[in-house]
């Protein structure tokens, strides 16, 4: 399937800042099922854009903008054909070992009720895949999909006590769960498309990759209650939302912003695209000046 994404993210201020820096992850990197076409970020005013990799493999770049305009927008656009890979992930150049994503972070703390939470789940399996599965299937039925009922600052523990959350929320608590039960697991941002037709949103998607002995990092995406497949393009990874954002940053100076944003999917079958070059682990071009 060729997956055709268009990100914007727009600040709008009452006062304008001295200086706005970004750390931009919209650049998506290929791998086994995923092939990278034509990808870039556009801005609407001058910046200067810094390429590099994080710990964690992401393409990232550090945005500076010194003559900051009443509006900012960074768009990512671009294409990429997935594959099915029944939600396994080959094929990245990792640098941490699987062992490190067994740490807590603040937003994926496991508490006692998480912990047997977990324990209940998985029960006396110990299949890895299968104990995976179990978290997956558990989150579903234990969580209601609810928007507006958690913010980005809202941990693990009080979406789990709450019932409640969106995907960042579940993304978390599967990361929380599979920790607890020695199950190295990552937080992962990107773009679904959905086959319900509703592919523009107001936020990108998240779900969840999971260390499977045997098989390596597989998705699992507790939003959906299902592995990933070829409907999802995937951006960034991280311990949790803070390191795998789209989009974070700080200004100096400034009044009150506004920040929205606007994911939007479209996609064909690959037999029905025309056929492209890869671009070996995720092409970037770099931006054009736009006016709008």
């Known amino acids: 399937m060729r997956i055709t994404v268009d990100h914007r993210t727009t600040y709008r201020y009452d006062t304008r800042p001295r200086r706005v820096m970004q750390l931009l992850r919209l650049t998506p990197v290929g791998f086994e099922g995923q092939t990278v076409g034509d990808w ?6 001058d910046a200067a854009l810094i390429e590099k990799r994080d710990a964690h493999c992401n393409v990232v770049h550090l945005m500076t903008v010194e003559d900051v305009p009443e509006e900012v927008v960074i768009t990512a656009r671009g294409t990429v054909d997935r594959e099915n890979t029944n939600g396994v992930v080959a094929g990245l150049d990792e640098m ?3 062992l490190v994503y067994l740490q807590d972070s ?6 006692a009720k998480i912990c047997a939470f977990a324990e209940d789940v998985i029960g006396n399996r110990t299949d890895p895949l299968e104990r995976a599965h179990a978290l997956l299937a558990g989150l579903y039925d ?3 999909f609810s928007p507006g009922t958690t913010d980005v600052t809202t941990t693990a523990a009080d979406a789990f006590d709450r019932g409640t959350g969106v995907c960042q929320d579940l993304s978390h608590l599967f990361c929380a769960t599979a920790r607890a039960a020695s199950i190295p697991a990552r937080y992962v941002s990107g773009h679904l498309y959905r086959q319900d037709g509703q592919n523009d949103q107001e936020a ?14 597989v998705s699992f995406d507790p939003a959906h209650g299902i592995s990933t497949d070829e409907h999802y393009v995937r951006l960034a990874v991280g311990m949790d939302y803070l390191q795998a954002a ?9 009044g009150m912003e ?6 939007s999917t479209r996609a064909v079958p690959l037999r029905n695209a025309q056929s492209q070059s890869q671009i070996g682990g995720g092409g970037f071009r770099r931006q054009s000046q736009q006016q709008q």
């Open 142 to 144: 234990h969580m209601t």
């Open 40 to 45: 870039s970020i556009d801005l609407n005013c």
């Open 258 to 263: 506004t920040l929205t944003v606007a994911a």
């Open 96 to 98: 941490l070992p699987p």
């Open 204 to 217: 990108a998607h998240a779900w969840a990759e999971a260390w499977v002995d045997g098989l390596g990092w």
């Open 106 to 111: 603040e937003l994926t703390r496991a508490n």
């Open 246 to 254: 789209p989009v974070v940053g700080t200004r100096a100076g400034g």
